[in-house]
């Protein structure tokens, strides 16, 4: 049995609208992201389990998951034998912690194992990006390639490779906070302008060529002092309610930036030690979260996707 695990990401990382994605682990070491788990069988069989199962399509035809692997016996690896393919969904839907890209993600890699394709990872990117973008309601790869490859990632189609890894400071933490409330991201891209003028378009690529070259010479202070979203966060932080106000009190308490993780709900606060970090969890869990939520403090995970051999889920 192969057992392949991917880890939840903030698409955008509040400069990189599309472009920019970072793959996450809570600090207390659970598993924050779906797992695939793949076996020979006789017959094909499908299964989706885990706490998010039921918030999934009842008929298999319509998972993701279950289109990654028709599509893998279809079109990649024709003579792989039958296969039992179980989604163990531990990700909520229409959260913004790339979810749909988390289950693609280790789907395509757990059955590129399984069959020993060894695709490249560039076109395993590109398989990949093709069904992400069947649900989210555009191509895009900035949870897609963090998901896959691991850490903070600019992305892109022009990009060689697809993607390129940034390195971060180990005294960063992210602290992500579901609110326990769902928002499609298709419908939150929906409310997008069309069209940036050429102000924001100049302004866009000046904040992220500036916050990566910032990085790269390892000014990470300085980085974060530019990290907001003038892009997507405007037009989406209304539709996500206490999100303005946790921002304004998240920021006092210490977190160095804070933005939409993704298209939202959720939203993470970026703190650059623990105790900031902790304060913004307890503020999070007191004032932005319902019974249905959660908040994690998390680092980077830079392992990315990754076989699993104890058995899990
Ligand atoms: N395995 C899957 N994981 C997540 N979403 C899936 C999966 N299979 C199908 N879907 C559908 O794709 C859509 C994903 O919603 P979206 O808002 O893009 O989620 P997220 O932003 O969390 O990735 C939903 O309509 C969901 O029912
Ligand atoms: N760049 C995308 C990211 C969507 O992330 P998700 O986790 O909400 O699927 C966007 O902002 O639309």
């Given at each position: 049995m192969i057992q392949v695990y991917a880890p939840a990401s903030i698409g955008n990382?509040?400069?990189?609208?599309?472009a920019l994605g970072a793959a996450i682990a809570p600090i207390d070491g659970s598993l924050l992201g779906d797992l695939v788990k793949v076996s020979a069988s006789t017959t094909t069989e499908f299964v989706c389990s885990g706490p998010?199962?039921?918030?999934?399509?009842?008929?298999?035809?319509?998972?993701l998951a279950y289109m990654c692997l028709q599509h893998f016996k279809q079109a990649?690896?024709?003579?792989m034998p039958a296969v039992r393919l179980e989604l163990v969904k531990n990700l909520p839907v229409g959260?913004?912690?790339g979810s749909s890209a988390c289950s693609v993600v280790a789907t395509i890699a757990a059955l590129d194992k399984f069959a020993g394709t060894e695709l490249s990872d560039e076109a395993l990117i590109e398989l990949m990006a093709d069904f992400e973008a069947k649900v989210s309601g555009g191509r895009h790869y900035d949870n897609i390639t963090p998901c896959y490859l691991g850490g903070l990632q600019l992305t892109a189609e022009l990009i060689p490779g697809k993607s390129l890894a940034i390195a971060t400071p180990d005294n960063w933490y992210p602290v992500v906070a579901f609110p326990g409330f769902t928002l499609n991201t298709a419908k939150a891209r929906a409310v997008l302008p069309k069209q940036l003028d050429m102000h924001h378009s100049v302004e866009f690529a000046q904040r992220l060529s500036a916050f990566c070259t910032l990085m790269l010479q390892q000014r990470s202070e300085e980085a974060l002092s530019i990290m907001?979203?003038?892009?997507?966060e405007p037009h989406r932080a209304?539709?996500?309610?206490?999100f303005s106000a946790a921002q304004q009190a998240l920021l006092q308490l210490g977190a160095k930036a804070v933005s939409?993780?993704?298209?939202?709900?959720t939203l993470f606060a970026l703190c650059d030690n623990l105790a900031s970090a902790e304060l913004c969890q307890q503020w999070l869990s007191d004032h932005?979260?319902?019974?249905?939520g959660f908040s994690h403090i998390c680092q980077l995970d830079w392992a990315g996707t990754r076989e699993l051999n104890e058995e899990l889920g």
């Open positions: 990382f509040a400069v990189g609208f599309d998010y199962a039921h918030k999934l399509p009842a008929q298999a035809e319509q998972n990649v690896a024709p003579d959260s913004g912690l907001i979203d003038t892009v997507a209304q539709l996500i309610e206490g939409i993780s993704g298209a939202g709900p932005y979260i319902n019974e249905q």
